[in-house]
């Protein structure tokens, strides 16, 4: 069993900078890939960004430019670095890892940007 904890959310201005964290248990090496999700009141939960175990990165068009995700695999934790944040990116920000055909998800972490 795969447990991933999400942290660094918050209350951010316009124009701000945020990093979360997520954090694996036990070593990430295998969970390929591994991603950020999120979900915006009233909307569907869709991708922002996935990275594989080999460093291989996939963004959703909107998040391209503005957010970074990496992984440190002896530290066991991926992170997404969001830069020029907008209103619009408020939402709960999950994360997920795939290992062996199962996807674990986080339990969240709340991202509001509002002046």
């Known amino acids: 069993q795969v447990q991933v904890v999400e942290s660094g959310g918050g209350l951010v201005q316009p124009g701000g900078s945020l990093r979360l964290s997520c954090a694996a248990s036990?070593?990430?090496?295998?969970?390929?890939?591994m991603g950020w999700y999120r979900q915006a009141p009233g909307k569907q939960r869709e991708l922002v960004a996935s990275?594989?175990?080999?460093?291989?990165?996939n963004y959703a068009d909107s998040m391209k430019g503005r957010f970074l995700i990496s992984r440190d695999n002896a530290q066991n934790t991926v992170y997404l670095q969001m830069n020029s944040l907008k209103p619009d990116d408020t939402a709960v920000y999950y994360c997920n890892a795939h290992l062996g055909g199962i996807t674990y998800w986080g339990k969240g972490t709340l991202v509001t940007v509002s002046s």
């Open positions: 036990g070593s990430i090496f295998d969970l390929d890939p």
């Open positions: 990275i594989t175990s080999g460093g291989v990165t």
